[in-house]
């Protein structure tokens, strides 16, 4: 099993950035792949990125392309998720995940692990 640590959301006005970030424990494999989802009020969780285990791949809903970007560092066991020009339909809970496939996913069934969330709150 893997634990999952989500950090660094909070309130920020539209237009603005956040970081969040994500450090993994316990049985985390040679090889992973980490993604970030999201889930508004009444809504379904929703794929927002995904890193390949190398950090050479990465893949983004369309929703996010350009704004938010995704990197770990695999020392540290920690992927991360720039947020930038947030937007109030941004709001939601985020939540990191875990995958034994080594490349980028965004089917939520791919994952094995999830982490607790972090709430991002953007005002306009």
């Known amino acids: 099993q893997v634990q999952l640590v989500e950090s660094g959301g909070g309130l920020v006005q539209a237009g603005g950035s956040l970081r969040l970030s994500c450090a993994a424990s316990?049985?985390?494999?040679?090889?992973?792949?980490m993604g970030w989802f999201r889930q508004a009020p009444g809504k379904e969780r929703r794929f927002v990125a995904s890193?390949?285990?190398?950090?050479?791949?990465?893949s983004y809903a369309s929703s996010v392309k350009g704004r938010f970007t995704i990197s770990r560092d695999n020392a540290k066991n920690t992927v991360y998720l720039q947020m930038n020009s947030l937007k109030p339909e941004d709001t939601a809970v985020y939540y990191c995940?875990?995958?034994?496939?080594?490349?980028?996913?965004?089917?939520?069934?791919?994952?094995?692990?999830w982490g607790q969330g972090t709430q991002v709150t953007v005002s306009s």
């Open positions: 995940a875990w995958s034994p496939i080594a490349t980028p996913v965004y089917e939520s069934w791919r994952y094995t692990d």
């Open positions: 890193i390949s285990w190398t950090g050479g791949s990465t």
């Open positions: 316990g049985r985390t494999f040679s090889s992973y792949a």
